[in-house]
């Protein structure tokens, strides 16, 4: 476990042991940092493993939408009267709360039963309703070091020394990207050589590129996702905010992914 997680860890264990614990937290930070781990650790050494433990819920739908539906089971879920000591629910990727379902875990949070804590996890905390988020008490979990990142790869995944200094570097503080950087670095690599190159190329090498890869939409996104990694260290590259628009694009199912890519490999300027 990694310095700042202990600390949130051992903050946790001093609430537990005064029971001074409140109804809701808000675990918020950068993807890949163990908010959820930590989250889960903490349920579990108050309500027991998860896998057998008929009073600690987890709802986790990925990145899709979290409908009223999920909410009003986790409603029924909370108010149940626990086997135990405690009733505890565990809400990842809180953000893609939908409208309707964020109005009714409002009303779980206004009246809270007894003996019942949640936990909201996101990266995006700025999505969440103002009123949500005033029901509940807010933990950051900061960025780890570079350092920590970079030893822990060496010593407990043995990636080779160049790939962990470079994952590490790139990653800005999550361990969660650092492994997928690392897992599949030669990729990474090749990604961005393809992006130099077409930053100086004539725009018939880029459009025929652009049918290329934006014919794969997953491969599509994981080169972008790549260029937009590579291109936090170069703060003066024109087109970086161009970039940061379109992951962002291309992450909405109701746009033109393969239009949005051809457009910008069309203005992209080495």
Known sequence: MFLGNNKIKSYFSKLIKSEALSHAYIFYGIEGIGKKTVALEISESMAGPAKVNPDLRILDKGRDEIH?????ELRNFIHMTPFGKWKIAI???????????SNTLLKILEEPPGRSIIFLITHLPEMLLNTVISRCQRIR?????????FNYLLAEKKV????AAAAAK???GSLGLALELAGDFD?????????NRLAKSDFKERFEASKVISSDADAMKRTVRDWLIYSSSLPDKPFVRELL????????????????FENFLARIDA
Request: glycine content about 2%; hydrophobic content about 40%; proline content about 4%.
């Open 68 to 72: 009223i539906a999920d909410i009003r």
């Open 160 to 163: 080779k020394r160049e790939t």
């Open 245 to 260: 628009h379109l992951n962002n694009l291309i992450s909405r199912p109701q746009f033109n992914h393969k239009l949005f």
């Open 187 to 195: 990729n990474f690599q090749k990604n961005i050589n393809l992006l």
């Open 91 to 101: 809400l990842n990727n809180a953000h893609n709360l939908g409208h309707d379902a």
């Open 170 to 172: 790139l990653a800005a």
């Open 141 to 149: 979990f900061a960025p780890l070091k570079e350092e920590e990142i």
